[in-house]
């Protein structure tokens, strides 16, 4: 049997929209009825396709009534619309830095030099006082936390085309911007769920950071009272863990606060990779995530990293905004 046009097995876990005849009924214009049906496709045979529908339910569709079809984006979800101002708010309510300071809308950010979100001032919005003035505060305050002077920003806005304008200049030189993903947690957590292993192993999810969890970061090991308290700070966070024995082989983290949820240290143990170890962390993440009222998922991955880029997006999660962190010379 020939394959419908634009559809096939490799569309298998992806939403899709299938025109399909009705038999046994007639159309408008006196030849067959037809329909659409948009959903996410559970499987392909060579004479059937299952298609499930956002509200749950699941066609068998034989390959013979399809007249045509083809893969659909995820619908974004409605934070879409919010800036990006509101959304860097949002986002760092997930990893909030030790020390903060206002600064009208721009936020100034130190905890030890325990990376780069939570020691750079988020210059979003409006500082509230004329740039040069906000930016000799920013100075001050860097300096009285020994850090180095580091900017967040939007790419494209007014902020970094005036601290570039200013003397600023990309802080980590050759190294991809970041993206800014959301997702609707329902439709995430659906979508993982079509993707995991069939046998996946037990996982744990914890109020606090454990040994385990924080063996495999250097980062926060060099950083440890500060990363600790920027990684728990969160009122509702859950430390994934997947472990074979005493150690932890994947992980992951998430924060929750209001409706949105933040969804950050994603890793698996480089020889346990490809077994969907990943997809079980992030499951368990999103099921998190619902069960405390979060309808909005967000997660921030670097430009050039294709691997978690065509992950996420399986799952239904798109680009909001694109930042990076600028720097002001020393000199």
């Known amino acids: 049997m020939s394959t419908p046009p634009g559809l096939g097995p490799h569309c298998v876990g992806q939403r899709v929209v299938v025109r399909r005849v009705l038999r046994g009924r007639t159309g408008p214009s006196g ?3 037809m329909t659409d049906l948009l959903g996410v496709m559970e499987s392909w045979t060579d004479t059937a396709t299952v298609v499930r529908s956002e509200d749950g339910v699941a066609t068998e569709i034989a390959l013979a009534d399809i ?3 083809k893969p659909v984006p995820a619908r974004p979800s409605p934070r879409h619309r919010v800036s990006a101002e509101e959304a860097c708010r949002m986002s760092n309510a997930s990893w909030p830095a030790v020390h903060t300071e206002p600064l009208g809308e721009w936020l100034l950010r130190a905890s030890g030099g325990f990376s780069a979100r939570a020691n750079s001032v988020m210059a979003t919005g409006d500082p509230g006082v004329p740039l040069d003035e906000a930016l000799a505060r920013v100075r001050e305050f860097y300096a009285r936390h020994r850090l180095p002077v580091w900017a967040q920003v939007v790419v ?5 085309h005036r601290l ?9 030189p050759g190294e991809a911007d970041s993206e800014l993903q959301l997702a609707s947690v329902a439709q995430a957590a659906r979508a993982v769920r079509r993707l995991l292993p069939e046998a996946p192993p037990p996982v744990a999810v914890l109020p606090a ?3 385990g969890w924080l063996a495999n970061d250097k980062r926060a090991l060099a950083h440890r ?3 600790v308290a920027v990684l728990e700070g969160p009122a509702q966070v859950g430390f994934v863990e997947v472990r074979e024995g005493d150690l932890v082989v994947a992980k992951g983290r ?3 606060e209001g409706d949105w ?9 480089p020889d346990r990779r490809r077994r969907g170890l990943g997809l079980v962390v992030v499951a368990a993440m999103l099921d998190f995530a619902g069960e405390r009222g979060g309808t909005t998922a967000y997660l921030q991955v670097r430009g050039d990293n294709p691997a978690g880029l065509g992950l996420y997006d399986r799952l239904g999660f798109r680009t909001h905004h694109t930042y990076r962190y600028l720097s002001l010379p020393v000199g």
Not at 156 to 160: A, H, I, L, R
Not at 165 to 170: H, Y
Request: glycine residues 14%.
């Open 67 to 69: 007249v045509s079809g």
């Open 261 to 269: 949820a933040g969804i950050t240290d994603i890793w698996v143990s």
């Open 31 to 33: 030849g067959p009825a």
């Open 225 to 227: 009272d500060d990363a």
């Open 164 to 172: 570039e304008e200013a003397g600023w200049v990309l802080a980590r």
């Open 156 to 160: 494209g806005s007014d902020t970094q």
């Open 209 to 211: 950071v454990s040994e």
């Open 254 to 256: 998430v924060a929750v």
